[in-house]
């Protein structure tokens, strides 16, 4: 049957170079990656929702609500389980991280199960409210199917990893039904080398994940008509970029710890009791934290700012403004806090959607605070969708994501120039601080970070000393003499000769112009002296652990063009030379400025 199916593949594939051009197919297969992932986005919303409806709304119990607590636990609970009871044989990897991670060391390979996997485990973690995002899961789950189907056509890196950004594409477009930000988003995250042909399928992937998401997955994120906005508050919305700049920096080195402290527990159900019992305490207290939070952002754009209150043990506050800031201030950092734990503690789900409803309250807290305190009369709406694209583009240095999505989302494309403003203060202040994201700062401390800056270190930290020994080297012993060695010396192309000693470890080196000097004085006693006797000890010697930035030091220092490499006992493996260095140097340099047609 395997068979069969390759025979077809084959067949397939050799038609198509003769039919479609090479630009027209990856055009097509963008297209089926903009279906399959809007598809799987439309799946992940409606299996998270129906999760998360059915336990607040559709299951009754006379003490339903004390399960309250005990509902994200159980979330994390089967999460972890689903993951090491059916994905037990592969690597499970959530998160926008792990993409990035895989285009730059991994050949843009992304396992076949993150199709299905991402999508059940985070409808298990979101739907029983753990407070996290859908649209990470969404796009690792796009980015595989992309990944998949590039290889499934034996397509190139730079084809395979555009299919992947293709994928990541529907999957914003599909989750958020914002075709624009999911191709920013692919541009700005994904690809970190971009052409301007990539539009094109990128553009494609992203329309068609948008549509098949409205056709299977209709409803909008949030509802709103917004009003134009009062250039008057111009200064007020450079202050909230400042502010958002600040916080973002706050929360991803909070991100940063947190993980940290919770990597430190080896046993995995830890995690979860510490985890669900922190989120279950923390939804107990502050019910907006439950899920994706959205519902709480809808409420405040539709000006009910007292249902904040609601459903929570501090109800009888609603009308209190004091009180309803405070509430709104400590749901904010109770966001933070709650989504990292989720994250931390074996969820599954992303940064994204935590993301834009800190921002949005942020926003709220920023204009309310102003306009009780009767400083100025802000448009409170307006605040609430500037602080979603500023804590956007704070927290994953990506700007024109954060820009186009919180337009589109809530339609509020008359607000283009506070959102700039925003956006552009806060990923400055947090860049200027933080020189990474929070989705490749992690990359960055490994070495793992594909960038355009610092090309060349990071194309040298590929390079690995033990691919590049070259082995066809006349190897002679201690004993042997050039007369008796005259012939393997005469017929190779190699101009230098390791020495070795019976154990096989280097002793010496010998050079052709020494050897080709005894054979032309033919009555030399040199040319009856042992090897050992005649040569010389090699000028440096290096190991084959050795990284290459310090065997390019070495070579720049000394002036070398071939360096012997030997084992930790000291037996001689081969030599490496600055052409195959240079070589394969050159080759990765191409493949990584080929990502796009």
């Not at 959607?353 to 709406?381: E, H, K, Q, R, Y």
Request: proline residues 3%; positive net charge; charged residues 15%.
């Amino acid at each position: 049957m395997k068979d069969k199916i390759y025979s077809i593949l084959q067949n397939f594939n050799q038609w198509q170079k003769t039919r479609i051009s090479k630009s027209n197919f990856i055009i097509i297969l963008a297209a089926f990656v903009g279906l399959l992932g809007g598809i799987a986005a439309s799946v992940l919303k409606k299996l998270t929702h129906f999760v998360a409806s059915y336990l607040q709304n559709d299951f009754h119990w006379q003490y339903k609500f004390y399960l309250y607590l005990a509902f994200p636990l159980i979330g994390l609970t089967l999460t972890v389980l689903y993951i090491r009871t059916f994905i037990r044989k592969h690597k499970f990897e959530h998160g926008v991280t792990s993409i990035l991670f895989n285009i730059s060391k991994n050949g843009s390979r992304l396992d076949f199960h993150n199709i299905y996997s991402q999508v059940i485990s985070s409808a298990l973690t979101v739907g029983w409210g753990g407070s996290a995002g859908l649209e990470a899961p969404a796009v690792a789950s796009g980015a595989s199917i992309g990944s998949v189907i590039g290889r499934f056509f034996n397509l190139n890196y730079r084809e395979v990893t555009l299919l992947l950004a293709c994928g990541g594409a529907a999957g914003i477009s599909g989750a958020f039904n914002s075709p624009i930000a999911g191709m920013i988003f692919a541009i700005e995250v994904l690809l970190p080398e971009f052409s301007v042909p990539a539009f094109i399928p990128l553009l494609i992937a992203s329309a068609v994940a948008s549509i098949i998401s409205n056709l299977l997955y209709n409803q909008p994120l949030f509802v709103l008509v917004t009003s134009d906005w009062n250039v008057g508050s111009f200064w007020f919305y450079i202050v909230l970029g400042i502010l958002l700049g600040a916080y973002t920096i706050f929360y991803s080195r909070l991100n940063r710890s947190l993980i940290q402290a919770f990597q430190r527990i080896k046993n995995a159900y830890y995690k979860v009791w510490i985890g669900g019992i922190a989120l279950g305490i923390m939804i107990a207290l502050m019910p907006a934290l439950y899920g994706e939070g959205y519902i709480a952002i809808q409420q405040l754009l539709d000006g009910n700012y007292h249902l904040l209150l609601k459903n929570s043990l501090f109800s009888d506050y609603q009308n209190v403004t004091w009180a309803l800031l405070l509430f709104a201030l400590i749901t904010m950092v109770g966001k933070t806090f709650a989504s990292i734990i989720t994250l931390s503690c074996g969820g599954n789900g992303g940064m994204f959607g935590p993301s834009v409803v800190v921002g949005g309250l942020f926003g709220f807290v920023f204009a309310f605070t102003i306009n009780t305190l009767g400083i100025a009369d802000l448009n409170v709406t307006n605040f609430i969708i500037a602080g979603m694209a500023g804590s956007i583009s704070g927290m994953m240095h990506a700007p024109l994501t954060g820009i186009f999505l919180s337009a589109e989302i809530t339609g509020g494309y008359v607000l283009i120039v506070p959102l700039m403003i925003v956006a552009a203060i806060s990923y400055f202040i947090n860049k200027g601080v933080l020189k990474h994201s929070i989705y490749t700062k992690s990359l960055a401390l490994q070495g793992s970070l594909l960038s355009q800056e610092n090309k060349d270190h990071r194309i040298i930290r590929k390079l690995k000393l033990k691919y590049l020994i070259e082995t066809d080297f006349v190897v002679l012993n201690e004993q042997d003499t050039p007369k008796s060695r005259s012939r393997d010396i005469v017929h190779t192309t190699r101009n230098t000769f390791p020495v070795v000693d019976q154990e096989g470890v280097l002793t010496g080196i010998m050079s052709s112009d020494q050897l080709l000097m005894y054979f032309v004085n033919s009555d030399s006693e040199n040319i009856n002296r042992t090897i050992k006797e005649l040569a010389q000890a090699p000028e440096k010697v290096i190991s084959v652990d050795t990284n290459m930035f310090d065997v390019m030091q070495i070579m720049e220092s000394k002036d070398l063009r071939i360096i012997p490499v030997v084992c930790k006992d000291g037996k001689y493996l081969g030599f490496v030379t600055r052409v195959a260095i240079f070589n394969k140097y050159r080759s990765l340099l191409m493949r990584d400025g080929e990502f796009m047609l």
